[in-house]
């Protein structure tokens, strides 16, 4: 029989504060899920966070009317739909379960063959002036990045292909690309497109605000591939497919409901000729391991946006199991999360 046992709330802190679509927040609350699964036991993450997944309150009550229903973990993961971080706790601890059982790793599970041994992470350059961005980008290179992602949209379209040109120069031999986190009219997009096709980016991020696909497949035509991640909340995956709207889209594990859903939608966005980055919402330890996995099984060979742990001022286990080393998270061959 497979059940919830136990549902711990947490809360970490954050090393600087975190500005979302709801406000500033400055802690990261959230639940551990202790679950069995036959003779297994192991432990799931719910780190909800507004305006991505269901509010704190409405997951743990979630959680809590899970475990009291003593419902199989199964039947829980079908009926949490709109709760995907309270679906990702469960979720994800199941698929541990079951690798574990079978003796292999989380990630080998989850692609039912041997995974890359290690995932390919990105750096991430903030806001900022040109001689900021190169700095902060200096900093990356010295320490072994080989993708550059720089957020845009705040300082100017103008300032930001600057910015671009600047990281460009520093890096002739790096992948470098954008995150406009929906912050473009049509008309910035269409400016800074064309002066990043000459640039060598490697995507730009939600360049206009979700729910746009018919525009975002006309910026495609401008030679320089776009890649979605808010959309995914407010459009169904396949209009988005269908629409031509992105060449690559950003999977949150958090968000969409745990590793075995995202890793669905990895699947359905390659038969559209998609491809995937994995990421987190500044997620605990238990969490970015499971979104580690994941990366290794989808192995698209892009960069992914998991080297996020030093957002947090303390964490659910230190110092980080799955720490990043010279641009990559390296996995290790003991089976369930490291």
């Excluded at 998609?274 to 969490?287: E, Q």
Aim: charged share 25%.
């Amino acid at each position: 029989m497979s059940r919830i046992r136990r549902v711990e709330p947490f809360e970490l802190g954050l090393a600087e504060p975190l500005v979302t679509a709801t406000g500033t927040i400055t802690t990261r609350r959230g639940f551990l899920v202790t679950v069995s699964h036959g003779d297994v036991e192991t432990i799931g993450e719910a780190t909800p966070l507004a305006g991505w997944t269901e509010p704190h309150e409405r997951c743990g009550d979630a959680l809590e009317r899970a475990r009291a229903s003593g419902d199989s973990l199964e039947t829980l993961i079908g009926d949490m739909k709109r709760t995907p971080a309270a679906r990702h706790a469960v979720e994800s601890a199941l698929a541990v379960a079951r690798a574990r059982q079978r003796d292999v790793s989380l990630a080998s599970y989850l692609s039912g063959d041997t995974a890359p041994g290690s995932v390919a992470v990105n750096a991430t350059v903030g806001h900022g002036t040109p001689a900021e961005t190169v700095r902060a980008g200096e900093r990356a290179l010295a320490e072994g990045f080989e993708t550059l992602k720089l957020k845009v949209g705040v300082e100017g379209v103008q300032q930001d292909i600057d910015r671009v040109r600047a990281i460009r120069e520093l890096a002739a031999d790096h992948n470098v690309r954008v995150d406009a986190n929906g912050a473009w009219t049509l008309e910035q997009a269409q400016e800074f497109l064309r002066a990043a096709s000459e640039l060598d980016v490697e995507f730009v991020e939600q360049p206009l605000e979700p729910g746009r696909a018919a525009d975002s497949a006309t910026l495609r035509e401008l030679g320089v591939p776009i890649a979605l991640d808010e959309s995914l909340g407010t459009i169904a995956p396949e209009r988005l497919f269908d629409a031509g709207a992105a060449d690559v889209i950003v999977l949150k594990p958090m968000a969409v409901g745990g590793p075995v859903a995202a890793l669905s939608l990895s699947r359905m966005a390659a038969d559209s000729g998609v491809r995937s980055v994995v990421t987190t919402t500044i997620d605990g330890a238990y969490a970015r391991a499971s979104a580690t996995h994941l990366a290794a099984a989808i192995d698209s060979k892009l960069a992914c946006g998991l080297a996020t742990a030093d957002r947090l001022s303390t964490d659910l286990v230190t110092p980080d199991p799955l720490p990043v080393e010279a641009g990559r998270i390296r996995l290790p061959g003991t089976l369930g999360y490291w």
